[in-house]
């Protein structure tokens, strides 16, 4: 089992950035694939960006490409997810997944192939 607690959420101003932090539990990181998702209230969870189990392959939403990043450091059970040119409609609860997967090119977009989910960090984004 893998526990996921993310960090680096807050309140910054359109134009700025944030670097989101989610650190797992257990010492096998580097079998998952991980993702970010995000939430607004009342709407579905929405897709943001993954990563495959040593981070060569990424795939993004189209609504962040281009200005976000995720990345992975399997050496200190991490995934990152740097933010930059924030924007009003990035405002969400930020959530950290995790893909038990056997496949090593996988970064998917799909929530229900996530195993594990963290509580979330929230993004609020003014104008």
């Known amino acids: 089992q893998v526990q996921l607690v993310e960090s680096g959420g807050g309140l910054v101003q359109a134009g700025g950035s944030l670097r989101l932090s989610c650190a797992a539990s257990?010492?096998?990181?580097?079998?998952?694939?991980m993702g970010w998702f995000r939430q607004v209230p009342g709407k579905e969870r929405d897709f943001v960006a993954a990563i495959s189990r040593s981070g060569g392959i990424t795939n993004y939403a189209d609504s962040v490409k281009g200005r976000f990043t995720i990345s992975r450091d399997n050496a200190k059970n991490t995934v990152y997810l740097q933010m930059n040119s924030l924007k009003p409609e990035d405002t969400a609860l930020y959530f950290c997944?995790?893909?038990?997967?056997?496949?090593?090119?996988?970064?998917?977009?799909?929530?229900?192939?996530?195993?594990?989910w963290g509580q979330g960090t929230q993004v609020t984004v003014s104008s």
């Open positions: 997944a995790a893909d038990h997967t056997f496949i090593g090119r996988s970064a998917s977009n799909t929530e229900y192939e996530y195993d594990y």
């Open positions: 257990g010492r096998t990181f580097s079998s998952y694939a």
